[in-house]
């Protein structure tokens, strides 16, 4: 008999909305998530602790955890410290570093991770990767999706909005990640998960086109959505494909190269997919683009993260060395950096200083 459809691993429950915090017990007690209401609970020791108060009255049978940061060891030390109890979920409670740091945990020890994000800082918060960093840099991990994502947009509008800015830019790249994919499907064959690639992709048109502003609930709605559909697209693709291509190339370069002054996630694969988008030929995308991304606060040119633009030539002529195996628009022009500069000079003058 035929395969008339497939599973696609996403969470039961995704509950995004003012308030949503408030009803958490009640997610936790659905009994595919909690049959006895046993929980770890990872949290930082700064907005998560003040969560803790908060919230520690509705869970009364939860074990609290509190991690010092994002790095492997972090994990490695939670996962251990968690496999003394008896537990029927994990719930990473905080920021992109407390949640992968939950993920990796959770998937070490067995367990289903509920995920709740303070911040919408990037698209890690539903995907299946758990983004550490380790003694050689930075390291992603494979583990499995949240069983559970719940986002309180009244606790998103309490975090700096740089971290929302973060997540438009991260949303956004979306679109020039799908058209690297497709270009590597034209020139080399690699197959394309057309379901992978439409959920990423109007994802991030939902974001460039909606109307409002980083204050605005229905754009936050519209936004977190976005990125939960994007953690849920590379789980159907297998990889970071649909969200991650040039754009996430010049990113890493820059955190490889300049770790001390890089700027954001979001910040940098935002300028970059604009870039990306120019240097494929999508003029008129790549200015539209960069309109959205300056209306809402986010950079278009290096200047205005700090870097020069003999620095950022030089980013742009590493960022292929990121990511060995995937081929993008840098890999596919292979520009020399007299051919960026130029190029980016073009770019200036398209979108306007």
Known sequence: MPVLTRLIPSPVVVDIRPGALDDLAGVLADERISHAGKLAVAVSDGSGARLRERLAPSLPGATWFEVGGGTLDDAVRLAADMKAGRYDA?????????IDCAKFAAARVGLPLVAVATNLAHDGLCSPVATLDNDAGRGSYGVPNPIAVVIDLNVIREAPVRFVRSGIGDAISNIS?????????????????????????????????HPGGVGDDGFLQVL?????????AMSVSGDSRPSSGACHEINHAFDLLFPKRAAAHGEQCGLGAAFAMYLRGAHEESAFMAEVLRRHGLPVLPQEIGF????????VEYAPQTRPGRYTILEHLDLKPEQIKDTYADYVKAIGS
């Open 90 to 98: 994990v719930v990473g409670l905080g920021g992109g570093k407390i």
């Open 177 to 209: 990640a799908v058209a690297d994919w497709e270009l590597s499907n034209r020139v080399n064959g690699e197959k394309i998960d057309g379901l992978a690639a439409a959920m990423a992709r109007q994802a991030g048109e939902a974001v460039l086109r």
């Open 224 to 232: 977190a959505e976005a990125l939960v559909l994007t953690g849920i």
């Open 308 to 315: 020069t633009v003999d620095e950022f030539v030089r980013v």
